[in-house]
């Protein structure tokens, strides 16, 4: 069972940046499709950005250009650089092994 744990979370405001880590405790992310989801207040958790085996990165419109979704497989690391974040930005980050293991999450407060 591979344990999925996020950090980096906090309180910020607008305009400002913070970097989301995922840390795995044992798992052979170069084969994983590796990904960050966001849960608001009364609304379905989404997918924020992805990053597959090959490198490959996707992003939900809303944070393209702003966020930036980065691993290290060596040390079982996942990164999400959040910049110029907004309100909307708001929500619960959890990060996911190929869409099926989950950490707990860390929150994101921009005001």
């Known amino acids: 069972h591979v344990q999925l744990v996020e950090s980096g979370g906090g309180s910020v405001q607008a305009g400002g940046s913070l970097r989301l880590s995922c840390a795995g405790s044992?798992?052979?992310?170069?084969?994983?499709?590796m990904a960050w989801f966001r849960q608001a207040p009364g609304k379905e958790r989404e997918g924020v950005a992805a990053?597959?085996?090959?490198?490959?990165?996707c992003y939900a419109d809303s944070v393209r250009g702003r966020f930036t979704i980065s691993r290290d497989n060596t040390e079982n690391m996942l990164y999400l650089q959040m910049n110029s974040l907004k309100s909307e930005d708001t929500a619960l980050y959890y990060c996911?092994?190929?869409?099926?293991?989950w950490g707990q999450g860390t929150q994101v407060t921009v005001s």
């Open positions: 044992r798992y052979t992310s170069d084969l994983y499709c």
């Open positions: 990053q597959d085996a090959d490198g490959s990165t």
């Open positions: 996911s092994r190929g869409f099926a293991d």
